[in-house]
């Protein structure tokens, strides 16, 4: 039996459009699951953990929706053994990009009735657990601005989400400014100053595919860690487009940095966004916390010591 997990809202409405051809694809094919509608991140994660309480026989539970959705259900699959599937159905969908499921939706569904899963870390701390990514600085600072806009909503309505990123980028790089920040890695203290932004990363990308911290593995037991200080505000600005392609790791002021543990503290309150979500301007405590997740993945195939079984 499936457990499908369904945020009708997430990509603007792509939720619910996803769902009714999942629904179609999973009746044509004679497969038994059971479809649960969350209503807000809030509620989510007791709502998931009603529904596994309810049987034992969940081969899966196959989650469509965005990389937001996720992120609320999190504490409800960690060390459950019951895998997560994707479906994408948000925005930016960095999980899926991360575990190499595909965005078209058969394909996707396939990937998640199939038996192989990774055993993947999670980010454990601040705001509890997040999966690709805790972005604190700059980049957070965008994504509060363009969610508190009202260019999102019209540059949405007229099908430009993107575009709404661009314009926060712009807006945000007028009025920010750097700070030094203290970052302390498996308890060794390092300063910066000047820094725009330090992202903590258990996926290679956040905000649709921007590689903040390409070399970074989900099931490595570590986490990867991006700091770029000491740049004027030009720099940061041609910083994004090397984002695409993760070259901005051989630039003078990005430091890259691995580890177990961080603690992020900004010498100015500063917002920080965990899978894209809002988590505050607290300091930022977070560690990884190994193969706490299992998700279903094309990449199971070929990944040797952390592949497993949805079944086993
Ligand atoms: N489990 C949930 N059920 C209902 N609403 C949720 C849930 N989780 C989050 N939300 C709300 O729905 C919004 C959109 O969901 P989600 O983040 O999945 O999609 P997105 O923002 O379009 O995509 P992405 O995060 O991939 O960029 C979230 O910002 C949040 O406000």
């Known amino acids: 039996m499936y457990l499908l ?6 990509g603007g409405g792509a939720g619910q459009r996803t769902w009714l051809s999942v629904e179609a694809m999973l009746k044509a094919r004679g497969i038994a699951y059971e479809a649960l ?3 807000s991140a809030e509620q989510a994660e007791a709502q998931v953990l009603r529904a596994l309480a309810r049987r034992e026989d969940w081969r899966a539970a196959i989650l469509i929706g965005g990389d937001g959705t996720i992120h609320s259900v999190l504490g409800a699959l960690r060390r459950r053994g019951v895998p997560l599937g994707v479906i994408p159905a948000g925005s930016g969908n960095d999980t899926a990009r991360g575990f190499g499921i595909p965005l078209d939706t058969e394909a996707a569904l396939d990937a998640a009735l199939q038996d192989g899963c990774l055993e993947a870390d999670l980010l454990a701390g ?7 990514a805790v972005a604190s600085g700059f980049d957070a600072q965008v994504a509060v601005n363009v969610n508190n806009s009202r260019y999102k909503r019209l540059c949405n309505a007229v099908g430009a989400g993107q575009l709404a990123y661009i314009i926060g980028i712009l807006h945000t790089l007028i009025t920010f400014k750097p700070c030094r920040v203290s970052v ?7 300063a910066f100053d000047q820094a725009w932004l330090v992202s903590v ?9 921007l590689l903040i ?9 570590r986490l990867d860690v991006c700091v770029v200080h000491g740049c004027s505000r030009a720099q940061v600005l041609r910083l994004f487009p090397t984002l695409l392609k993760g070259t901005h790791v051989a630039l003078p002021f990005v430091t890259m940095l691995r580890g177990r543990s961080v603690a992020v503290r900004f010498a100015q ?12 301007t607290a300091p930022l405590a977070v560690r990884c916390e190994p193969g706490a997740l299992r998700v279903l993945s094309p990449l199971a195939a070929a990944a040797e010591g952390r592949s497993c079984r949805a079944s086993g």
Not at 5 to 10: A, H, Q, W
Not at 184 to 190: A, F, I, N, S
Not at 269 to 280: K, M, S, T, Y
């Open 5 to 10: 997990i369904i945020n009708p809202r997430s």
């Open 126 to 132: 601040t705001g509890g657990l997040t999966l690709t």
């Open 201 to 209: 990363c258990n996926l290679p990308s956040y905000g649709g595919g």
């Open 37 to 39: 509608f969350t209503e």
């Open 269 to 280: 309150p500063r917002h920080a966004i965990g899978d894209g979500e809002p988590l505050g």
């Open 184 to 190: 302390t890695l498996d308890g060794k203290e390092q």
């Open 213 to 221: 911290c390409p070399q970074a593995e989900s099931g490595d037991g």
